[in-house]
């Protein structure tokens, strides 16, 4: 789909190879914040929230491009969990694990803007990947800019968090090994509301039933390299590259392909 001026969609659902969209505003107008914000509504650090898918990139996309389109919502943005997906000068907005999947994508020149999220104790997590482990790469984002609504207070951001769903086994149901989440930044810009940590834990359910297991950034596939901006920090988890291991990263083609 392309278009000569922005054209609004809202939600959308891909699962054809191919797929190619410009110009496009692809909204999920769900009013997240009025939700967070009810007395009894949900939220996202008691294990609930007011999910808002705007695009998926569902079972059976591969070679898809996204090119100069915003994708717009609160929490659960954008969901690339097959395939490949070129996400080229898009603006991604929203608070909690906002892009999220077992996709692999690669975002050039995007802005990932974080939204304001008044009514939990944390304003956000970037990336919630469920990479499997077979899988080099999840998530890249190069040359991209972390950029924060007005409000969104200082060090208030963690980049991400690894997401660990579940699947059913032989002696029950619990996270799978399997997933092992992947994302790295590389020559991003970010403003200060970024986390000094740079990366956080996730529950999930453990073999034993226990629903808070904890998955460490150490113990999955998050890095950066070549960070600048307020935000910038020697961040205390997840893998800074080298410069050697970085231009590996940097050949999207190896990654998308």
Request: overall charge neutral; proline content about 8%; some cysteine.
């Amino acid at each position: 789909m392309k278009f000569a001026q922005p054209r609004p969609i809202l939600g959308d659902r891909c699962r054809p190879p191919d797929f190619h969209a410009e110009r496009l505003t692809i909204n999920n107008a769900f009013d997240g914040l009025a939700e967070m914000t009810k007395p009894n509504g949900l939220h996202s650090h008691n294990g609930a929230g007011p999910q808002a898918v705007a695009l998926m990139m569902d079972k059976g996309s591969d070679r898809a491009v996204v090119r100069d389109c915003d994708i717009l919502s609160y929490q659960d943005t954008l969901f690339p969990d097959a395939g490949a997906t070129l996400f080229e000068n898009c603006l991604i907005t929203g608070s909690y694990d906002f892009i999220f999947g077992a996709g692999r994508a690669w975002f050039e020149r995007c802005e990932i803007r974080s939204r304001l999220r008044p009514a939990d104790p944390v304003e956000g997590y970037i990336v919630a990947p469920s990479t499997p482990i077979e899988q080099d790469y999840g998530f890249v984002f190069h040359d991209c800019r972390l950029t924060r609504d007005a409000g969104v207070p200082r060090h208030s951001v963690f980049l991400g968090r690894p997401w660990r769903p579940s699947s059913t086994f032989p002696d029950g149901r619990y996270g799978d090994p399997k997933f092992v989440g992947a994302a790295t930044f590389l020559d991003c810009w970010m403003d200060d509301h970024i986390a000094p940590a740079g990366w956080t834990e996730m529950w999930y359910t453990g073999r034993d039933g226990n629903p808070r297991t904890m998955l460490q950034p150490e113990d999955v596939r998050f890095a950066t390299f070549g960070s600048r901006g307020p935000g910038r920090a020697n961040f205390s988890r997840g893998k800074r590259l080298t410069l050697q291991q970085a231009r590996k990263v940097r050949n999207f083609s190896d990654i998308l392909i």
